[in-house]
C-alpha cells in the first residue's frame, strides 16, 4: 500500500511538470551492472541506493562497501557528496534513463565505462 501510494504521488508530481528529481526518491536494487561491453560477474542484490527526500542518500556494494551523504540532480547528472570519507567525496554520474521503475546510471570506474541498472525495489 505504502509503496502504491508513493509511486502514484510521485507520477502525479512529475505528470504535473514537477521536478525530475522526484522520480529518484526511494529504493532502488541493481539488476545488471557492465563495465564496457561485459557483464560484471558479481551479485547486483548486493548493489543498491536509497535517495530520501530531503536529499540524503545511502549505497551499498560489493565487498561490504557503504558510502551515504547528501545528493541532487541537475540536467541529467546525479552529484552526490560522500560524507562519511575524510575528506567528504564528490561524484558525478550520467543519468541515462529514469522512470518510476527504473533507473540506468553511466560513469567511469577505473578508467571505464561502467553502466548500472536499477529497478524500483
Known amino acids: 500500500m505504502r509503496h502504491s501510494l508513493l509511486t502514484l504521488s510521485l507520477?502525479?508530481?512529475?505528470?504535473c511538470g514537477e521536478r525530475e528529481?522526484?522520480?529518484?526518491?526511494?529504493?532502488?536494487?541493481?539488476?545488471?551492472?557492465?563495465?564496457?561491453?561485459?557483464?560484471?560477474?558479481?551479485?547486483?542484490?548486493e548493489v543498491g541506493?536509497?535517495?530520501?527526500?530531503?536529499?540524503?542518500?545511502t549505497f551499498r556494494s560489493t565487498l561490504r562497501y557503504r558510502e551515504a551523504g547528501t545528493w541532487r540532480y541537475e540536467n541529467g547528472f546525479l552529484y552526490a557528496r560522500d560524507?562519511?570519507?575524510?575528506?567528504?567525496?564528490?561524484?558525478?554520474?550520467?543519468?541515462e534513463?529514469?522512470?518510476?521503475?527504473?533507473?540506468e546510471i553511466r560513469m567511469l570506474s577505473e578508467g571505464e565505462e561502467r553502466r548500472l541498472v536499477f529497478l524500483r525495489k
Do not use: C
Open 11 to 15: 507520477f502525479l508530481l512529475f505528470a
Open 97 to 103: 534513463k529514469m522512470t518510476m521503475d527504473s533507473l
Open 21 to 45: 528529481d522526484l522520480l529518484l526518491l526511494g529504493e532502488w536494487q541493481a539488476s545488471r551492472v557492465v563495465q564496457g561491453s561485459d557483464s560484471l560477474k558479481l551479485d547486483p542484490a
Open 83 to 95: 560524507t562519511t570519507a575524510t575528506p567528504p567525496l564528490d561524484r558525478v554520474v550520467a543519468v
Open 49 to 57: 541506493f536509497l535517495f530520501q527526500p530531503n536529499n540524503r542518500y
